[in-house]
């Protein structure tokens, strides 16, 4: 299989340029990744318990979600425009400052004050100020700077971020299960909201030093832009972890957290699939120049080690299934059944964010983004229909299902919109509004 994956001609041509050599550091940065990230979630989830981290993640999911829209899309229109111009980057970076700093802070205050509405009464609310603040603004500031090395395809810093960001988590993990005493949710905030701060002060301080300073030159024509990619990285998040919270709700907060976990082991174990990705992102904008066809030609290049990437993952979490209670503690029994329905998932990520990447950057961010806003409305409803009865297996299975659903109406618009391209036109209708539509640079 290896072997006729390298004898594709889109894969060879793949493996013989920059993209393998990002690819390969990034794989290496990705594999420590893992590695950190497994220490810290299973000292936090068998410190914690599955009741208190069902509690702790219904607060830290909604967070994350409110986190994807902090810097109104100016990192992204960073790396759109770096794709174009380097020459551009001072100015594009003091562009997405300003709108980190206009955004984040009202974004965070908003989540202060709606969220606790929205979980547990048992969760303190100190608690959910920290883990706002944690996302919102600490770890949203190490994405932001790790977006901005993504503009230059170096893969290198890329990795060195990201492997930071969870290196600092662990160790925090490791201090708080040796020195306090009573593990709760309110004690794990303080150190989460700390480990992100650092990780994050860091993280920019790391990127000046690296790629320069700012020019402080706003061009507010792209507001408007930079709200499509807003929306569309939040109604991702949001489509990834709304369930959690409302597995909560609809069953109780220790079904919250075996979900939560096995959830989590399933994202652990498709990171290798976001390797390409990374590298990659970038060379979709510059075939994206050339509109739709030149962004899903090169989707089906990279389709097949995509697929393989995913086929590896999926097995990975088909083996979890089978000893995950072990890692975990006995208070996560019947993580295992709820693992099953989620064994798809790696592959269903590699087609979705390939099909993503290469729609986005053939000009089609507004037609993503309806897609991301209208499906968690099937997720939700699935989960209505079979949390109550099944628990965390049923989250389980709705988050299968709305995610096949996701990959076939994507790669079904993303087909027909390259063949209508090719003919010479472009499909009208509500749910298409294209780059060239909006404001741009």
Known sequence: MIRRLSQHPGATALLRSTIAGNTGVMTVGIAIQILLQAAYFII???????????????VSALATIVAAFAGWGGDQLLIRTVAQSREEYPRALGQALIYFAISAPVLALIAIIAIPF???SSIPYTAIVLII??????????????????AFERGRDMATLVVMLYAIRAFAAVMWNRTIADPTPLSWAWFYCGSSLAAGTLSMIFMFLRLGRPVWHVRWSDWKQGGYFSLQMGSLVGFLDIDKPLVGALSNLPQAGLYAAAFRIADV?????????????VRFFQRGAQGTRGSFAFARDILPIGAAL??????????????????LGPGYHGVGAVLVP????????????????????GGHVAYRTWMQVLLPVVDIGLCMTLVPR????????????????????LWTSLYYLARAESRGGTPSGPMLVSEASAPTE
């Open 133 to 150: 603040v944690a996302e919102v603004i600490c770890a949203r500031s190490n994405y932001f700077a790790v977006n901005c090395f993504q």
């Open 44 to 58: 936090v989830t068998r410190t914690m318990g599955a009741g208190f981290y069902g509690a702790f993640v219904s």
């Open 390 to 409: 099944y628990g965390a297996a049923g989250a389980a299975l709705a988050a299968t299902c709305t995610h096949t659903a996701l990959v076939i109406i």
């Open 310 to 327: 995913g086929g590896i993952a999926s097995l990975g979490v088909a083996v979890a299934s089978t000893c995950a209670v072990i890692v």
């Open 118 to 120: 929205f979980t547990d």
């Open 269 to 281: 174990l498709a990171v290798p699939v976001r390797t390409p990705m990374y590298s990659t992102y």
């Open 342 to 361: 989620l064994i798809p998932l790696p592959v269903l990520y590699a087609l979705y964010y390939i099909g993503a990447d290469a729609l986005i950057s």
